[in-house]
T-cell receptor, first 116, second 117 residues
Framework: EAQVTQNPRYLITVTGKKLTVTCSQN?????MSWYRQDPGLGLRQIYY???????DKGDVPEGYKVSRKEKRNFPLILESPSPNQTSLYFC???????????????FGPGTRLLVL | AQTVTQSQPEMSVQEAETVTLSCTYD???????LFWYKQPPSRQMILVIR??????QNATENRFSVNFQKAAKSFSLKISDSQLGDAAMYFC??????????????FGQGTILTVHP
C-alpha cells in the first residue's frame, strides 16, 4: 500500500531534550515536506526537499533541522525543543512527474507533539 | 509572498443540502495550482479537488465543484447533497507552478464544516 508513515504519532517531551520525528514514504517520491498545523494558522511549511541531499527552508524553519540522506526518509529534528513548538506535524511527499500525480501531495497521519 | 485566506472559521449545513466554502488568495504569479483538502477527525489530509490556473473550466469531482475566479483571486468549494461524512476541517491551498517550488503548499486557516442530520 502506498503511504507516508510518521513516528511517533504522539510525543510528550521537555524543553531542551533533542528529538527526531521520522517520516518515510514507499512511493519513490522525489519531493518531501514538513508542515506544522496550529489553530487559526492552518498548515505552514517548515522545510522541504526536492531530492536526496537537496533541502530548503519553508516559511517557519527556525528551531528545526532536516536531512535527506535517502530518498524514502525525511526526518525532522528538534535540537532543543521549546513550548512554542507544541503542534501537530505532518510529513508529505509528491512525485516529480507531469500531470495530476505531481500536484497531489500525500500526507502522513500526523505527529502530535507537546513540549513542556 | 503568496497568501491564502479562508474567512469562514466555521460553517454548517443540513444533510442533503448544498454549502459553499470561500477562499481568496493573493499572488503575482500567472501560473499556479489551487487545491481543497479535507481533514476529518482522524487528522489525515485528503485531497478533494484541484484546479489549474490556466484552465478556465471549473474543476468538479462528483459532489464537489469549485468556482474559480482568477481575476478576483477567488476559489470557492461547493459541496452538493451534503453527507454526514463530509464533516471535517477544509483547507484551501495554493502552489506556484514550475521552478523549485514543487514541495511548497501555502494553506489557508481552515474552515470547520458541520453537517446536521
Amino acid at each position: 500500500e502506498a503511504q507516508v508513515t510518521q513516528n511517533p504519532r504522539y510525543l510528550i517531551t521537555v524543553t531542551g531534550k533533542k528529538l527526531t520525528v521520522t517520516c518515510s514514504q514507499n512511493m519513490n517520491h522525489e519531493y518531501m515536506s514538513w508542515y506544522r498545523q496550529d489553530p487559526g494558522l492552518g498548515l505552514r511549511q517548515i522545510y522541504y526537499s526536492m531530492n536526496v541531499e537537496v533541502t530548503d527552508k519553508g516559511d517557519v524553519p527556525e528551531g528545526y533541522k532536516v536531512s535527506r540522506k535517502e530518498k524514502r526518509n525525511f526526518p525532522l529534528i528538534l535540537e532543543s525543543p521549546s513550548p512554542n513548538q507544541t503542534s501537530l506535524y505532518f510529513c508529505a511527499s509528491s512525485p516529480h512527474t507531469s500531470g495530476r500525480a505531481r500536484e497531489t501531495q500525500y500526507f502522513g497521519p500526523g505527529t502530535r507533539l507537546l513540549v513542556l | 509572498a503568496q497568501t491564502v485566506t479562508q474567512s469562514q472559521p466555521e460553517m454548517s449545513v443540513q444533510e442533503a443540502e448544498t454549502v459553499t466554502l470561500s477562499c481568496t488568495y493573493d499572488t503575482s504569479e500567472s501560473d499556479y495550482y489551487l487545491f481543497w483538502y479535507k481533514q476529518p477527525p482522524s487528522r489525515q489530509m485528503i485531497l478533494v479537488i484541484r484546479q489549474e490556473a490556466y484552465k478556465q473550466q471549473n474543476a468538479t469531482e462528483n459532489r464537489f465543484s469549485v468556482n474559480f475566479q482568477k481575476a478576483a483571486k477567488s476559489f470557492s468549494l461547493k459541496i452538493s447533497d451534503s453527507q454526514l461524512g463530509d464533516a471535517a476541517m477544509y483547507f484551501c491551498a495554493y502552489r506556484r507552478a514550475g521552478g523549485t517550488s514543487y514541495g511548497k503548499l501555502t494553506f489557508g486557516q481552515g474552515t470547520i464544516l458541520t453537517v446536521h442530520p
